[in-house]
Nanobody, 123 residues
């Protein structure tokens, strides 16, 4: 019932910044958690960050902690991923996802996904 649309990806030099947006349409109040995942070619989809909409609890993968920040704007029905100090290994398609479950770490916990936005970090 909830539809998600990512935007904000692009090409950036190492050390630069990007902000990804995930706009939600339809029913969103049933979702406890919004997450960001990424997938590089030939690799598994991996967890990046998540936020609980009910309490604003945030969770981060060790690889991005201190560099990425997840936030939300309820008035705009949008979740953001601010990415600073980008590295070439951050290159991937980034997806936002939603779940009503209280598990946040695995892609299998999220039934609803956006189409993804490409982030490319050059050295």
């Amino acid at each position: 019932q909830v539809q998600l649309l990512e935007s904000g990806g692009g090409l950036v030099q190492a050390g630069g910044s990007l902000r990804l947006s995930c706009a939600a349409s339809g029913r969103t109040t049933s979702s406890y958690t919004m997450g960001w995942f990424r997938q590089a070619p030939g690799k598994e989809r991996e967890f990046v960050a998540a936020i609980r909409l009910s309490a604003s609890n945030t969770y981060y993968a060790d690889s991005v902690k201190g560099r990425f920040t997840i936030s939300r704007d309820n008035a705009k029905n949008t979740v953001y991923l601010q990415m600073n100090s980008l590295k070439p290994e951050d290159t991937a398609v980034y997806y936002c996802a939603a779940t009503t479950a209280w598990s946040v770490w695995s892609a299998s916990d999220y039934p609803t996904w956006g189409q993804g936005t490409q982030v490319t970090v050059s050295s």
